[in-house]
C-alpha cells in the first residue's frame, strides 16, 4: 500500500540532512518571550529581530494593546460564527471603516486572515472560462486562489511587462481577464513597475488586483502602497492587503471602489465558511489602522533604516537581491541552503534573527536570509545588526 507521505520523501531527506549536520532548526524557532517589536529572547537569550514582517512596530503600541483589553472585556474571546451568521459584532464594522478611510475607497471586506483574502477574493472574481494574468513569482495564496476558482491562469515572467502584455493579447475576445500583481515581492523585496502594468491591463479590458500586503503602511505618501506611490491607485479594481504585518495583528481584507462589490459577502466561500476574527483583534487592527494613518515620520524612518542596512551589507560583500533599497525587505544571496542554514545558526548566536527561505517558496531555486526591518528599529540597532553580518559571514564562510 502506498503511503501518502511518500511525496514529502525529497523534503523529509532534506531536513534530516541538514539537521544531521548538527545546525539548529532553523524553521523551528521559539520566542520565549517578546521584549518589544524589535527584541525578544530567543533559545535563552536577547536577541535583535529582523525576521518579523512588522514593519511599523505596531505590536506593542500602547493604543492598540488598551483597545484590544477592552474588546476582550467587553465582548469576549470569539464570535463562534461566520460574518454572515452571528459573526459581525460593531468592531468588525469599525476595522472595515477605517480601511474604507485609510485607502479612500467606498468598500471594504475583512477576512479572517491575509491567505483567505486573496483565496476567497480572486477564487470568486475569476472561474471557469475566464482569464488570469499573473506574474510567474506570485505569492501560494495567490496561486491557491487561481486552482480554486478553475480560471485559466496565464503566468509570465517576473516583473516582465512585455511578456504580460503578450498574454493579453492571447486571450480571446470576450472573455472575462483578471490581472493579478503584488506591489511589494516579499522573497526579494522588489517592486512591481505597477504604472506601466496597470496601464496595459487597461488597454486589454481587464480588471486589476493589487495584493499590496508588504507595502501597506509604509509606502506611498499615506502608506496605501505601491500603487499609490506610482499613482495609479484610483484603477485597480481590487487591493488585497493583511492585518499581520504593519497593522501587527493577524486578518486579511479587500478594498475596492465597484459598485457591485458589496455582493461578495454573500458569494466568496472563504468570506461565508469560516469564522470572523475575534473581537479584540478587530479592535487593535482598527487602532493601528488610523494611527498609521498619520505615521509619516516612522515611514521615514523605515526608509532610512532600509538605505542603512542595504547600503551597510552591499559594502562588506553580501550579494543583495536588489541593486538599491525597494522596501522593508532586504534579502540576503546564499549559495545554497546547507551554508544558508550555517549563516543564519552564526546570526542567531550573534543575537541575530532573520528569516531562512528557499525553495519552493523562493524563486528561481534560491537560498537566502530575508530581512524585515521595522519602523522601532533604532539607527543604532540597524549598526549592530550590519556588524553582526560581518562576524557571521566570516564564520560561515559566505564573505572573506
Known amino acids: 500500500m502506498n503511503d501518502l507521505f511518500d ?17 539548529e532548526d532553523p524553521f523551528g524557532l521559539v520566542m520565549e518571550r517578546v521584549i518589544s517589536p524589535t527584541v525578544a529572547i530567543c533559545n535563552g537569550r536577547e536577541t535583535i529581530l529582523l525576521g518579523t514582517y512588522n514593519y511599523m512596530g ?7 494593546i488598551d483597545a484590544g483589553k477592552e474588546a476582550l472585556d467587553d465582548f469576549g474571546s470569539g464570535t463562534t460564527g461566520s460574518r454572515v451568521l452571528n459573526g459581525t459584532y460593531i468592531g468588525h464594522k469599525q476595522v472595515e471603516e477605517a480601511l474604507k478611510e485609510f485607502y479612500a475607497m467606498n468598500h471594504a471586506m475583512v477576512f479572517s486572515t491575509g491567505y ?5 477574493i480572486i477564487s470568486t472574481m475569476a472561474g471557469k472560462g475566464d482569464y488570469i494574468v499573473l506574474d510567474i513569482d506570485s505569492h501560494a495564496s495567490i496561486w491557491d486562489g487561481c486552482k480554486m476558482g478553475d480560471a485559466e491562469v496565464v503566468p509570465f515572467k517576473h516583473n516582465d511587462i512585455e511578456a504580460m502584455e503578450k498574454r493579453l493579447k492571447r486571450i480571446p475576445e470576450g472573455a472575462g481577464k483578471l490581472v493579478v500583481l503584488e506591489g511589494v515581492y516579499s522573497m526579494l523585496g522588489d517592486i512591481a513597475p505597477l504604472e506601466q502594468m496597470i496601464g496595459i491591463a487597461k488597454k486589454h479590458g481587464a480588471m486589476v488586483l493589487v495584493d ?13 502602497g505601491v500603487a499609490e506611490d506610482q499613482g495609479v491607485l484610483d484603477q485597480v479594481d481590487f487591493v488585497i492587503g493583511t492585518f499581520s504585518k504593519s497593522v501587527g495583528t493577524v486578518g486579511g481584507f479587500c478594498v475596492s471602489n465597484h459598485p457591485k462589490f458589496e455582493i461578495l459577502r454573500l458569494v466568496c466561500r472563504p468570506y461565508v465558511f469560516t469564522a470572523s476574527l475575534p473581537p479584540s483583534v478587530v479592535a487593535t487592527a482598527a487602532t493601528s489602522i488610523r494611527k498609521l494613518m498619520h505615521a509619516g515620520n516612522k515611514r521615514a524612518h ?36 546547507e551554508r544558508g542554514a550555517a549563516m543564519w545558526e552564526a546570526l542567531l548566536k550573534e543575537g541575530l534573527y532573520v528569516n531562512l527561505a528557499r525553495p519552493p517558496a523562493t524563486p528561481a531555486n534560491m537560498t537566502l536570509l530575508r530581512c524585515s526591518l521595522c519602523a522601532e528599529h533604532s539607527a543604532e540597532q540597524v549598526q549592530t545588526i550590519i556588524g553582526m553580518f560581518e562576524r557571521a559571514g566570516k564564520v560561515a564562510g559566505i564573505i572573506g
Open 212 to 224: 499590496e500586503a508588504h507595502s501597506m503602511g509604509f509606502i506611498g505618501p499615506n502608506g496605501r
Open 116 to 120: 483567505q483574502a486573496n483565496l476567497g
Open 302 to 337: 523605515l526608509w532610512e533604516n532600509s538605505k542603512t542596512l542595504h547600503k551597510g551589507l552591499k559594502d562588506r560583500g553580501f550579494q543583495l537581491g536588489t541593486d538599491e533599497p525597494q522596501s522593508a525587505i532586504i534579502s540576503v544571496m546564499m549559495p545554497d541552503l
Open 7 to 23: 511525496k514529502f520523501q525529497p523534503m523529509i531527506d532534506l531536513r534530516a540532512g541538514l539537521l544531521a549536520s548538527g545546525v
Open 58 to 64: 505596531m505590536t506593542f503600541d500602547p493604543d492598540v
